[in-house]
């Protein structure tokens, strides 16, 4: 499974960005999707995710703001980020899981987001 990532960029805070991810590759392989972040000095933190069935989780410092959608036929997994905060900030990484693994089977490139207060 390769995963690529789309979207990012600088936006002030309280504004909008929408990344986006596209699996190719044995993608019915593939349960979850979803994206982490990472910020300089931080661990690498879950965002949101969904299951192929459209189960949602989210991190509770981006729920209310965040909208994770998925589109199995195009195996592409979306957030739409609103009101975004500087605390938002940093590289975003797309990820999928296998059925039946608790880790994170594939990662994507990276995406810098940055928001100016």
């Not at 995963?3 to 309280?14: D, E, I, K, R």
């Amino acid at each position: 499974v390769q995963l690529q990532a789309s979207g990012g960029g600088l936006v002030q805070a309280g504004g909008s960005l929408r990344l986006s991810c596209a699996a190719s590759g044995t993608t019915f392989t593939i349960d979850d999707m979803g994206w982490y972040r990472q910020a300089p000095g931080n661990k690498r933190e879950l965002v949101a995710s969904i299951s192929s069935g459209g189960r949602t989780n989210y991190a509770d410092s981006v729920k209310g703001r965040f909208t994770i959608s998925r589109d199995n036929a195009k195996n592409t997994v979306d957030p739409q980020m609103n009101t975004l905060k500087p605390e938002d900030t940093a590289v975003y990484y797309c990820a999928a899981r296998r059925s039946a693994s608790r880790n994170v089977n594939w990662w994507g490139q990276g995406t810098q987001v940055t928001v100016s207060s």
